[in-house]
């Protein structure tokens, strides 16, 4: 059924590209676990060991704080439709932001996307496969528009008050450094 292997194969790669959903579980050393679902167009492949994922602003930003704790993160995808998988990529992630000279060549990875706040780096170690076979089967319809709509009608300065007042902390009170090193 499952199993372990030191890097994304060319398979797993496909199967990784055709998603539309995933998710991205972070902790620090105390507090609350993070567990969030990710989509739009948001994830790349960079290598059989790295994969990059474009954060855009949400209500928190506990993966962040997570990241700068400890680096770990774990990406999971569900196969909703055609044979059962799970695919879980564990790794050390770095989270980069506007201000970080790596940022525009990151940047350029993926789509313009309104309120986009920070892209995260992830070195995997271990990639596993499970079964899925309790996974229901899902219809994709369409992309919400929802973030889109509310981040387009931000200024530059609305969006930065709103990020100094939802996304500088996480829930147990650490740092996320979105606006400095």
């Not at 105390?30 to 567990?35: A, D």
């Not at 219809?139 to 100094?164: C, F, G, I, T, V």
Request: glycine share 8%.
């Amino acid at each position: 059924m499952g199993k372990k292997l030191d890097s994304i194969t060319g398979t797993l790669q496909d199967f990784i590209e055709k998603q539309k959903i995933f998710f991205v579980g972070t902790a620090g050393a105390e507090g609350h676990v993070n567990l969030s679902p990710k989509g739009m167009d948001s994830l790349r492949v960079l290598g059989p060991n790295r994969v990059a994922w474009l954060n855009v602003t949400g209500s928190g930003n506990e993966s962040a704080a997570h990241v700068l704790e400890n680096g770990r993160m774990t990406v999971m995808f569900c196969a909703f439709e055609g044979p059962p998988m799970i695919l879980r990529l564990y790794g050390k992630a770095r989270v980069y932001h506007a201000y970080d000279p790596e940022w525009p060549e990151l940047l350029a990875l993926f789509p313009t996307f309104p309120g986009t706040r920070q892209i995260f780096v992830v070195d995997v170690d271990l990639v596993q496969t499970s079964c899925g076979m309790a996974v229901p089967f899902f219809d994709y319809r369409d992309e919400r528009e929802e973030l889109n709509r509310w981040a387009e009608k931000k200024s530059p300065e609305q969006m930065h008050a709103y990020w100094e007042q939802k996304n500088t902390l996480s829930l147990d009170g650490k740092p996320t450094h979105i606006f400095e090193p």
